[in-house]
């Protein structure tokens, strides 16, 4: 039997090395938090009959949440725990009688006898915290571990299910989405069949508006991180509506005082379009900026893309979301960014309330997968698409159809790795539907 030691800053990547250098067959008996990162002790040859189930188990998982709870429960009542006085005390304890020196005292009538309450016993907090990091190290390991046999098992019983798991995740579609579009095609057995209509219930789940945006009219605000495109958008969106309606109905407004050159950009639009651009520094007000500018069909606005942490963000989404404004914002997404930056914005700029979204770059992206998981679980409508840098040209209203057949066309050459998949699998038991 080899038992050999791994290092790693998480579990997964320990599970990695894991895996790499024993192989699949390996056994994991040990685990513990070092300092930096994690332990595991992995043996190869070694029993696995006594050591874990062959297929899997989230009972595992809900008993380490009961445990977990538990020690919690525990250590609270521990810490208000109150310790009355020596009679109280040895009461507490059954066999131990009162003596004849220290005989019970009935306490007078006229003054009720009041509780000594003595402080609450110290609680040690690195204990407390030791023992969190060891549950949360072991919840982690079980759901690398099982995440690994869930995926192991729908190979073996379910091949075709697990064909169309390796394609939707070529597409980078999430975890939770490609579940959700499998379990409306579990019932068709025709692989061919199964994925065109996969296909099909995704293009219903996006979401686009029935009148193109800008015809509704009113004021439309660009909003969303620095490089996604916003200033390119309204541009886009400024020229087109200048050759289709004439400019003398359109207005810009910029509230990106931050970025170099930015004041000046709109300033240079305006002039190439002979549309009137109205500057909107810090601290102004927004509603009195638009005042002149009601008559208007339609109002663009710019705003700076500023990071998550910048107070004057707050102010810029407060001013946008206030009841006086009226703003439909549209959070411009680009399809190159990664998943946790498209995740990050839209959870940063969701306060203004959002219309829906806008996606550029589809001419440089490698995947739509991901963007469109995100505006199908946030209920996101995809108002614009952009892929090129033309003017006003490479605007476009999107087609369902045509998103996911670009989403297709977009894929990933090589297969997921196992892996990858695996991990997957095992973000997928965080969810409370078990996958299989």
């Known amino acids: 039997m080899q038992v050999k030691r ?6 997964r990547q320990a599970m990695k090395l894991v895996r790499d250098e024993l192989g699949a067959e390996a056994a994991i008996i040990g685990n513990r938090r070092i300092a930096g990162g994690v332990e595991l002790t992995a043996a190869l040859d070694y029993k696995l009959s006594a050591l874990a189930p062959r297929v899997p188990n989230v009972e595992l998982e809900d008993e380490l949440r009961k445990t977990q709870s ?10 208000s725990r109150v310790d009355g006085d020596e009679t109280a005390n040895r009461q507490l304890f059954a066999g131990l009688p009162l003596t004849a020196s220290e005989p019970l005292i009935e306490p007078h009538v006229d003054e009720p006898a009041r509780p000594q309450v003595a402080p609450a016993p110290a609680v040690d907090q690195r204990l407390f915290d030791s023992m969190r990091s ?7 390991l079980l759901e690398v571990q099982l995440g690994s046999l869930a995926w192991t098992q729908l190979q073996g019983s379910k091949p075709q299910q697990a064909s169309l798991w390796r394609r939707l995740q070529r597409i980078g579609l999430s975890g939770p989405l490609s579940r959700e579009l ?4 579990a019932e068709i057995e025709e692989p061919r069949h199964a994925w065109r209509m996969l296909l099909a219930h995704l293009a219903r ?3 686009v508006p029935e009148v193109d945006p800008i015809e509704e009219g009113g004021v439309i605000a660009m909003v969303g991180p620095a490089g996604m495109g916003k200033t390119t958008t309204l541009a886009k969106l400024a020229a087109r509506y200048v050759l289709k309606y004439g400019a003398q109905n359109l207005a810009l407004v910029s509230m990106d005082s931050f970025r170099i050159g930015a ?9 190439i379009l002979n549309v009137s651009v109205t500057h909107v520094d810090p601290g102004q007000s927004l509603g009195q900026a638009l005042e002149p500018l009601l008559r208007k069909r339609v109002v663009l606005i710019d705003t700076a893309g500023l990071q998550a942490s910048d107070p004057a963000l707050r102010m810029q989404l407060e001013t946008l979301a206030g009841r006086g404004i009226q703003a439909k914002n549209y959070l411009v997404l680009a399809t190159t960014s990664q998943k946790q930056v498209l995740t990050a914005a839209y959870h940063s700029y ?3 309330g959002l219309a829906g979204c806008i996606l550029t770059k589809l001419d440089e992206t490698a995947s739509l997968g991901e963007v469109l998981s995100l505006a199908i ?4 409508p995809v108002a614009y698409l952009t892929d090129g840098p033309r003017i006003p040209d490479d605007l476009h209203l999107p087609r369902r159809h045509q998103l996911v057949s670009r989403a297709v066309s977009v894929q990933m050459q090589d297969e997921p790795s196992e892996e990858a998949m695996a991990d997957m699998f095992a973000d997928l038991y965080h969810g409370p539907k078990r996958v299989g």
């Open 6 to 11: 791994f290092f790693a800053a998480d579990m």
């Open 70 to 79: 538990r020690i919690v429960t525990a250590q609270a009542e521990l810490s």
């Open 134 to 140: 060891e549950l949360s190290g072991l919840r982690e």
């Open 182 to 185: 499998l379990d409306l095609t």
């Open 205 to 207: 789940m996006i979401n």
């Open 263 to 271: 004041q000046e950009q709109l300033k240079t639009l305006g002039r």
């Open 350 to 352: 969701k306060r203004c």
């Open 377 to 380: 679980s946030h209920e996101l």
